[in-house]
């Protein structure tokens, strides 16, 4: 038999742990911190052997393989000597997706990705195909292998996701834009997090196909440098192509090969240009999957959208608050300036994974009339943008800084939140930070 050792008792560490027991592995579950609840209950229930707030050595070195949860750097001692010991260590997504001959449409990129999981699903589903969501998103995708039969599974998958897979495999990946993110964990390197991302086409053949943005720089030049196997398929908003995505008159037109999809941009749900990208890259998914053109559009139309990314709180003292705390990064906070018509109150800061700050400078010029800082740390912040706003004032949570931005802004203006930051100094995760400031809006009335 067997043995897998599970390090991270969280969602894909226990849905891993389910499959594998599924599968007659032995298995171990070890979590350095304590293992919540309700994934404690899963293990019992499925009489699985784990153990929390400590990694015993002796059982963990003894593992013919490793999984490990996203979470972990591969940096860290005790990953580096499961190494040297050559004990493959591997993903949630990697170790699941050999127990599926479901089709996979796997989604990455600094920004967009939840959205356009999101929306991909939601096109699917109302085309009413047998199809799961996973990955960073819902239930991990090892439980849903193990429990349920989808035919189709949309995966959201971050770069720490990919650098753990050997031979995974999407018949469909989105790379939705590559900008510096997460550059802590490579080493400072952008070229390594580069790489990561690309990991996603790296087993795909000519059979399968590579969505990207054809006006990303750094997509570009990777594809210039390096060879795919898949077919591309490229999306524009800033010129035309012959074969893929763009713009023409104000709609959306999409041609592959003999097929031409067309759709209004006022029609979309979601406004912005990102999510005319968004859209399109999912647009062209489902006719890849032979989706009837009237219900792309359907859908297209009445998506919601996803909660922390951009959502509208509500209107107080005709000011508009707007949630976008899922903008952990400098170019998910760019595109949510970008989308601001009205003076901004713009509430930023948290963990600063190496940010520069100074792409936003002509943004924050011409639509923030004051910062409100929401980090323990602002001292970059306040460097880069005390000469283009009079007014900056820190704030140690998330009630303080709606309270401050309340009385800062004026009938007509918007109060955003778009951190640009991790949020692991003040809150559980960016959730937890959105949820926070959307309860502190709601008790102002």
């Keep these: 038999m067997k043995s897998i050792v599970i390090l991270g008792g969280g969602e894909s560490g226990v849905g891993t742990a389910v499959l594998a027991k599924q599968k007659n592995y032995e ?13 404690k209950e899963v293990l019992l229930q499925n009489e699985i052997d784990f153990e929390e707030n400590q990694h015993t050595e ?17 940096k860290v001692a005790f990953i580096q000597k499961l190494i040297k010991k050559q004990i493959p260590v591997i993903s949630e997504i990697e170790f699941a997706s050999q127990f599926t001959t479901a089709t996979i449409i796997g989604i990455t990129g600094s920004n967009g990705k939840t959205t356009t999981t999101l929306l991909t699903h939601h096109v699917l589903k109302k085309a009413e195909l047998n199809v799961g969501i996973a990955g960073n998103i819902g239930d991990s995708f090892a439980q849903q292998i193990a429990e349920q039969n989808f035919d189709k599974y949309v995966l959201e998958l971050s770069s720490f996701q990919l650098d753990g897979i050997e031979n995974f495999r999407p018949h469909i990946a989105i790379i939705t834009n590559i900008t510096p993110d997460h550059l802590d964990r490579y080493e400072y390197d952008f070229k390594k997090y580069v790489d990561s991302k690309f990991r996603i086409t790296k087993n795909q053949t000519k059979e399968d196909y590579l969505i990207y943005d054809a ?6 030049q990777w594809l210039k440098e390096n060879k795919t196997e898949a077919q591309l398929i490229p999306f524009s908003i800033e010129r035309e192509l012959e074969f893929g995505a763009y713009i023409k008159e ?5 041609k592959l090969n003999t097929e031409q999809f067309t759709m209004p941009l006022s029609n979309l749900a979601i406004q912005g240009k990102h999510n005319v990208k968004n859209a399109m890259a999912s647009a062209m998914t489902a006719q890849l999957l ?14 919601e959208g996803a909660e922390h990314r951009l959502e509208n709180v509500q209107k107080v003292k005709d000011v508009q608050y707007i949630n976008d705390s899922k903008a952990t990064n400098v170019n998910a906070t760019f595109y949510a300036l970008e989308c601001m018509d009205n003076p901004t109150v713009w509430i930023v800061g948290g963990v600063d994974k190496g940010n520069d700050y100074h792409d936003l ?14 980090g323990v740390d602002n001292k970059k912040i306040v460097q880069t943008f005390s000469n283009v706003v009079d007014m900056i004032i820190e704030t140690a949570g998330a009630e303080e800084a709606v309270k401050v931005s309340a009385k800062l802004a004026t009938a007509g203006d918007t109060v955003l939140l778009s ?3 991790a949020s692991f100094d003040l809150f559980d995760n960016y959730e937890d930070r959105g949820r926070q400031f959307k309860k502190a809006v709601r008790s102002i009335l």
């Design 250 to 254: 104000n709609t959306i037109i999409t």
């Design 215 to 220: 006006d990303d720089a750094v997509s570009n």
């Design 361 to 374: 400078l002509p943004l924050v010029r011409e639509k923030v009339k004051a910062i409100v800082c929401l």
């Design 58 to 74: 002796a059982k963990v070195f003894n593992a013919d393989l490793v999984m490990k949860s996203p979470g972990i750097p591969d």
């Design 419 to 421: 951190p640009a930051c």
């Design 27 to 39: 298995v171990f579950v070890s979590d350095k911190g304590k293992i919540a609840d309700k994934y």
């Design 290 to 303: 032979k989706v009837r053109k009237q219900t792309i559009k359907e859908s297209l139309s009445n998506f």
